[in-house]
């Protein structure tokens, strides 16, 4: 099964959003999407469920340790795997990377991480200056934070812009969601990088 992980820099980042609108994207294109989320949490993984059909497994390294999650990533079922990760990329117990979603990663042998940013106030520091321009929503360009960090999408808006194509999007569906899915739909380009740079070793 086909592995990528959605991650973020911090809580509220846009995960889920970007989760549930790909989860659907790629339902709507008719591959078999396997939901997995890191941690213990429910409220995240029933969204997945309702999405994809599949009942969406957890991955929590503290409480299952690593064949604990090995085994519950081997029953899921799909032709993709869409793992939605906790808190920030590093967040593990106390001040280290442990039990984090990158240390799941690292147990999926490496899967590779789609991480999501939507900065604010930072935007000056977060976008590299040859390219925001060119920034409408989203924004996706290759990463060098790390050796499996392969993408980075940037939801956001400059501040020349007075409406971005998401508070559109949201305006008319009524939720960020919905109007990930219309982004994804409009831009299919974007689904084949993503299929094309998961981890293809993983069962």
Do not use: W
Not at 54 to 73: P, Q, T
Not at 75 to 95: H, P, S
Not at 174 to 179: L, Q, T, V
């Amino acid at each position: 099964m086909k592995t990528m992980i959605i991650s973020s820099n911090c809580s509220g980042g846009g995960k889920t959003t970007v989760t549930l609108g790909l989860m659907k994207a790629l339902k709507n294109r008719g591959y078999d999407v396997q939901g997995y989320k890191v941690g213990p949490d429910y409220i995240d993984s029933g969204f997945h469920t309702e999405i994809t059909g599949n009942v969406s497994r957890n991955l929590d390294l503290h409480l299952m340790g690593e064949d604990g999650v090995k085994a519950s990533f081997s029953r899921g079922k799909g032709d993709l795997a869409v793992v939605e990760g906790v808190m920030g990329l590093y967040d593990g117990k106390g001040l280290t990377e442990e039990c984090s979603t990158y240390s799941i990663s690292k147990v999926l042998n490496n899967a590779p991480i789609i991480l999501v940013i939507t900065p604010n106030s930072d935007i000056q520091m977060t976008i590299p200056h040859d390219v925001k321009n060119d920034i409408y929503t989203p924004t996706f360009f290759i990463s060098s934070f790390g050796f499996n960090i392969l993408l980075v999408m940037i939801f956001t808006i400059l501040p020349t812009i007075k409406i971005s194509p998401t508070s559109a999007y949201i305006k008319a569906n009524g939720n960020p969601s919905a109007a990930c899915l219309n982004i994804f739909n409009e831009n299919p380009s974007i689904i084949a990088i993503l299929i094309n740079i998961c981890n293809p070793n993983m069962r």
